[in-house]
């Protein structure tokens, strides 16, 4: 019988060394700019309690989460009369990073010193249809502040973003928007108590067009005059300034309801600041209010970002916003922050797309030992040991073998430079190297390191 092929769940992938060479470049490249800006790293585990991660994602979200049951018997004493899920399931896959990071603030209150700036690099899951630039199982590359209310934070996230993007070679748009601008449609649509259900449609709009917005906003029970104002909002164009005066005339009064928005004024002056610092911060990215940014995560309560490459087409790379209620459902309240998250999972696939990965990636190893037999070995053991020593990738072939071969296997791994020594540089106390780029070929005295290590560069 034919042995089935091993395979791996949809929406997850094995990675070999030539993407973990460039998914380290990208993470590497994040990292450091995120320690720059005085963010220190840290990890959470990557199940959470339940109780953690329900009702802080919305109702789609909390769809989208793993669950893991109890154990192997976990049905051994079901009481099937009552709900299933909470009897056999007390955990669950994070679903991102943000939340976690509140969990561990709260818990560590006492070991940590405000405001708090931390980074996380790890993988998250979620129940999602796998697709094109849509994994179950990806990485998600977070920086956050909690502790401070001041906006420097939010331009200090389009900073780095903008510097990240740069380093990495890729040009981007960043969308920002305000949640409290977004309470302010639904309180000058006449629909207060619908803000959810409005910025979960709005934050469909790139992907399902106007129609369907309103469609579904009709279905969550909001007025034709209602949509007709939100309708107005999302049509606004030109510069951020003649947006927000437009947005201004509304929320004081302007729109078909005639009614007054305080927080959808507050939202607005937070944005003026924000645009305020990045116009004098000399941002290279593009950087825009785009009103029907919505982000559908319902922890966020000021600014929101959206980063989405412009010579690629994907979905977004980048996002966050200020969350200020985070933490005290866990029972820390008056603890505002933001934060924002690098896919790099998406962001691989643009720059892979665009062919923006160094091709020195690819090249790990600088100088390969070739292997003519035991005593061979043994002569360029030490030699190897000097020049790791001294930072250079080495590799000594694991055994005998014939030239041809120990020269194709250089080639394969793309290894520049190739030493063969025999009984004559082992009598000469050399050692010889060629480079497999140019041809050219030099020998050296087995202790002479700086001008071997001359010869590497």
């Known amino acids: 019988m034919a ?26 490249t994040i990292r450091s700019v995120f320690r720059t800006y005085g963010y ?16 802080k994602y919305g109702e789609e979200g909390d ?5 893991i049951l109890n154990s192997g018997d976990a049905f051994a004493d079901v009481d099937f009369q009552k709900p299933l899920t909470s009897q056999v399931c007390e955990k669950g896959l994070r679903y991102d990073l943000t939340v976690p990071f509140a969990r ?10 405000f405001p708090f700036k931390r980074f996380q690099i790890q993988p998250v899951w979620r129940a999602d249809r796998p697709q094109k630039g849509r994994y179950r199982e990806f ?7 909690i502790g401070s209310k001041s906006l420097l934070n939010e331009l200090e996230l389009v900073q780095m973003v903008d510097t990240v993007f740069g380093k990495l070679g890729v040009r981007v748009g960043i969308k920002i928007n305000n949640r409290k601008v977004l309470t302010g449609f639904a309180e000058i649509a006449g629909a207060p108590d619908k803000v959810v259900d409005i910025t979960v449609a709005i934050d469909k709009l790139d992907k399902i067009g106007l129609e369907k917005v309103e469609e579904e906003m009709r279905e969550k029970g909001i ?10 909002i999302l049509s606004l164009s030109g510069s951020v300034p003649e947006k927000v005066a437009s947005m201004r005339g509304l929320f004081q009064g302007g729109s078909a309801s005639g009614v007054t928005s305080d927080a959808g004024l507050k939202g ?8 305020g610092l990045i116009g004098a911060a000399g941002i290279k990215a593009d950087v825009d209010l785009d009103l029907s940014l919505a982000r559908g995560l319902n922890y966020y309560t000021g600014a929101i970002f959206e980063v989405k490459a412009l010579d690629w087409t994907i979905g977004s790379i980048c996002g966050g916003g200020r969350y200020d209620n985070l933490t005290g459902i866990f029972g820390l309240p008056d603890m505002s922050g933001v934060g924002i998250s690098f896919g790099a999972d998406r962001i691989y696939d643009v720059l892979d797309g ?22 061979e070995m043994r002569y360029v053991i030490p030699v190897a040991h000097a020049l790791r020593d001294a930072g250079v990738a080495v590799e000594i072939y694991p055994e005998p073998s014939k030239l041809r071969k120990q020269f194709e296997y250089a080639e394969k791994r793309g290894i520049p430079f190739i030493s063969i020594n025999g009984s004559n540089e082992m009598e000469a106390g050399s050692v010889n190297i060629k480079n497999l780029v140019t041809g050219s070929q030099q020998a050296f005295p087995a202790g002479d390191i700086a001008a071997i290590l001359d010869f590497l560069r």
């Open 40 to 55: 220190q790293q840290i990890e959470t585990p990557a199940m959470e309690n339940l109780s953690t991660l329900l009702g």
């Open 139 to 145: 990485y998600q590359c977070d920086v956050d502040v």
């Open 223 to 232: 007025g034709e005059e209602g949509i007709a104002v939100i309708r107005q």
């Open 3 to 28: 042995v089935q092929k091993p395979s791996i769940p949809k929406g997850t992938r094995d990675f070999g060394q030539k993407e973990m060479a460039r998914r380290n470049y990208i993470f590497d």
């Open 268 to 275: 607005l002056e937070e944005l003026e600041e924000l645009f």
């Open 354 to 375: 665009l062919n923006l990965f160094p091709a020195a990636l690819e090249q790990v190893t600088t100088l390969l030992f070739a292997v003519m037999g035991a005593d």
């Open 104 to 113: 561990y603030v709260v818990q560590h209150q006492n070991d940590i010193s």
């Open 63 to 67: 769809k989208l989460l793993f669950r």
